[in-house]
């Protein structure tokens, strides 16, 4: 069906339209959208032809290559020879046209040249009712054609770094998942795809952190490091900014900054619960809500206390970069060892085991156990001993941050944020009466 005839079936309750169409073929229509569609992006290459010396076509030269695509693809009907030469012959134009720019001008882009053999795509496209592609390929190369400045300030901004790591983020995601094997193993149900799952998920909201963290370092300030700091890891936060304020007066900024970074921790616990158990995040996102709004909110008042007036951070934070390979695969035995002392717990000690090790775990990285914990939750794992046993979690690696404060921050600091981060954790094991 062509693109006027599907067009026409919109329209079968009459009208102008429905008039219109009986008076314009189908291949007419066709004839037009290319006729737009190859327009638009001569239009764009007018405007780029009037601030360079040399540039190939316009709004008529674009045209007329997505008719001729058009046209080829009509006559040839299935047959894709007779297209691929005509995109060979426009391609020859299109290297005589950049040899010509080279001799005028030494050195030369070729994004014209591209976007005329993206234009000319556009004819057979539209004849083999692929409307939708061929209208997403003229906007995109409309809009890469004119964010050219946009665009190359950004590759400016982005260093080599940052390119490998979120290369490392496609190999952990994109290639390594897919081919993972999608079963259980062994009696404690050990599912390859599920671990590999847990560890992109839980490396794509570190990731996250990360990236924002790195475009705002020419913005940094002691809050904002608190707050994005805590959304990648609370842990490493609290130890930067307790070490940061050994060498700086300013005890309730940094003291109100470590409670603020905690509480973040609340809500990235409620987005990496949510990513592989609703039901429990259900459960656990009111009261994780309400501990990071007193945790965020009670931190920063607490900074403008005394003469905690200057936010401006004078080291900036280089956060570890979260998609190392080495980290990954850590990250996933570490979570296969959660997985299996949990269900341990669960079987041998019950209730009480598990609480214990949650309480335990808080000394290290919480998220592989919480993470194992979610999995099972509702399984092996009734849902309430998960989501106390998260909270536990939560709150016994609130005490640990306090201990580490208090022991790296300066003298007139450490009592304020061993206080306030037992406080919050006292607060933290609230929600096991309900």
């Not at 290459?45 to 997505?66: D, N, S, Y």
């Not at 496609?170 to 009696?187: E, G, K, W």
């Not at 949510?274 to 909110?297: D, E, K, Q, S, Y």
């Amino acid at each position: 069906m062509g693109a006027a005839r599907r067009l026409r079936c919109k329209f079968d309750g009459g009208g102008m339209a429905d008039v219109v169409y009986q008076w314009i073929p189908a291949e007419g229509v066709n004839l037009l959208l290319v006729l737009f569609l190859s327009f638009l992006v001569g239009l764009e290459r007018e405007e780029h032809k009037a601030q360079t010396q040399f540039a190939f076509g316009g709004v008529r030269t674009f045209p007329l290559i997505g008719l001729i695509g058009y046209s080829l693809a009509l006559l040839s009907g299935d047959q894709i020879l007779p297209v691929a030469l005509g995109f060979a012959v426009v391609g020859a134009f299109m290297v005589l046209s950049y040899w010509h720019k080279v001799a005028a001008g030494g050195l030369a882009g070729v994004t014209t040249e591209m976007s005329a053999l993206t234009t000319y795509l556009v004819g057979p496209l539209v004849f083999h009712n692929h409307v939708w592609l061929a209208t997403a390929l003229c906007v995109a190369s409309v809009f890469l054609l004119q964010l050219k400045a946009g665009l190359e300030n950004l590759t400016k901004q982005i260093a080599p770094d940052d390119i490998l790591t979120f290369t490392k983020f496609l190999l952990l995601s994109a290639v390594i998942l897919p081919i993972v094997p999608d079963r259980a193993f062994t009696q404690f149900q050990i599912n390859p795809f599920r671990t590999w799952l847990v560890v992109v998920a839980v490396s794509g909201v570190s990731y996250g952190g990360y990236v924002v963290q790195r475009l705002m370092r020419a913005h940094s300030s002691v809050i904002v490091a608190a707050l994005l700091g805590g959304s990648y890891s609370s842990t490493v936060t609290t130890v930067v900014l307790a070490r940061r304020s050994a060498t700086e007066d300013q005890p309730p900024l940094y003291a109100g900054a470590i409670l603020m970074a905690s509480g973040m921790m609340y809500v990235r616990l409620v987005v990496l619960v949510g990513l592989f158990n609703w039901n429990l995040m259900r459960t656990l996102a009111l009261p994780f809500a309400l501990l990071a709004a007193l945790a965020i909110g009670g931190g920063w008042l607490w900074t403008r206390r005394g003469h905690a007036v200057s936010m401006e951070s004078r080291r900036e934070f280089t956060p570890r970069n979260p998609l190392e390979l080495r980290a990954a695969f850590g990250f996933a035995l570490l979570f296969l060892a959660m997985l299996v002392a949990t269900q341990l717990a669960v079987t041998h000690l019950g209730h009480a085991g598990v609480y214990s090790l949650a309480a335990i775990m808080g000394v290290s990285d919480v998220d592989p156990f919480i993470i194992g914990v979610t999995e099972k939750a509702g399984t092996l794992t009734p849902l309430p001993t998960a989501a106390a046993a998260i909270v536990i979690a939560a709150a016994s690696n609130n005490i640990v941050k306090g201990a580490y404060a208090y022991g790296l921050s300066s003298p007139a600091g450490r009592l304020q944020s061993l206080l306030l981060l037992l406080a919050l954790a006292a607060l933290g094991f609230l929600p096991l009466l309900w």
